[in-house]
């Protein structure tokens, strides 16, 4: 990083613009990283060049351009995320000896981008490619308890967003958030017969830097195993690799002088 600051404060930008829900004025982004006016106001005008920024004139104020948005789709399209996770996620097999998933929120709905199965346990409806309402999954919940009350109620906005499965799950936005409540309270998200009668899940979220959910990992075991002494070990896996495939999608800074993002 020393031998191209440059590079790196552009860098600091561009993830300073990400992490805000509202386009920022120039003098707040040089304020907030430490960096001089002058060289934000350069930095900004490469970056609307390239299309990476755009600059909102009437509002004298600096947001994600649209090259950001196809660079974001291009990592996508390269599926980094299994790749990154899936030694965590065989690991997690290992020590449980119970299947293992990782999921990752595509609007109402969880995709699953990874399957481990352990020897000698049920078969899953949970396999590669497989979607299922958020609401319903030990995944979905913690993805959804890691993400700001607007965005959810945005997800959610009247009863018929709540598909229901086996007759089981949240039913309304009140029932939904009491349960987004529990999770972040306990730390961990827990699913009981509402995907597949008989078995129970428990999921953590993987959070980048900026604390945002990129996917969940989650174990499930038969009904009869579920246990709380049981489950509490099976979190500390849960959690122990969650937190390994977060170091790996968002390594530390390597410059720990650098400020800090609000």
Do not use: K, W
Not at 114 to 134: K, N, S
Not at 157 to 183: I, M, N, Q, V, W
Request: aromatic residues 4%.
């Amino acid at each position: 990083m020393a031998n191209a600051p440059a590079a790196a404060s552009a860098l600091d930008v561009l993830e300073h613009l990400s992490s805000h829900a509202e386009p920022l004025p120039a003098a707040a982004v040089a304020r907030d990283l430490g960096l001089p006016r002058s060289s934000v106001y350069h930095l900004l005008t490469v970056l609307v060049s390239r299309g990476y920024v755009t600059h909102y004139a009437d509002d004298r104020r600096y947001g994600l351009g649209q090259a950001a948005y196809e660079l974001g789709s291009a990592y996508q399209r390269q599926a980094p995320l299994a790749r990154l996770a899936r030694s965590a996620v065989r690991r997690l097999v290992d020590r449980s000896a119970r299947n293992a998933h990782l999921a990752t929120l595509d609007g109402r709905d969880v995709i699953y981008l990874l399957e481990e199965r352990a020897p000698g346990q049920p078969t899953l409806v949970t396999d590669v490619g497989v979607r299922l309402p958020a609401h319903l999954t030990a995944s979905g919940l913690a993805l959804l308890a890691a993400l700001p009350a607007a965005q959810v109620r945005a997800l959610y906005p009247d009863r018929a967003s709540f598909t229901r499965r086996h007759e089981a799950g949240p039913r309304s936005l009140t029932e939904l958030r009491s349960l987004l409540a529990r999770t972040r309270a306990e730390g961990f998200a827990r699913e009981d017969d509402t995907v597949t009668p008989g078995l129970s899940s428990v999921a953590v979220a993987v959070t980048d830097r900026s604390r945002r959910p990129v996917a969940a990992i989650a174990v499930t075991v038969r009904a009869q195993d579920a246990t709380a002494e049981h489950l509490l070990c099976l979190v500390d896996a849960v959690r122990a690799a969650a937190a390994e495939i977060a170091r790996r999608v968002s390594p530390p800074r390597s410059d720990p002088s650098r400020p800090r993002r609000p």
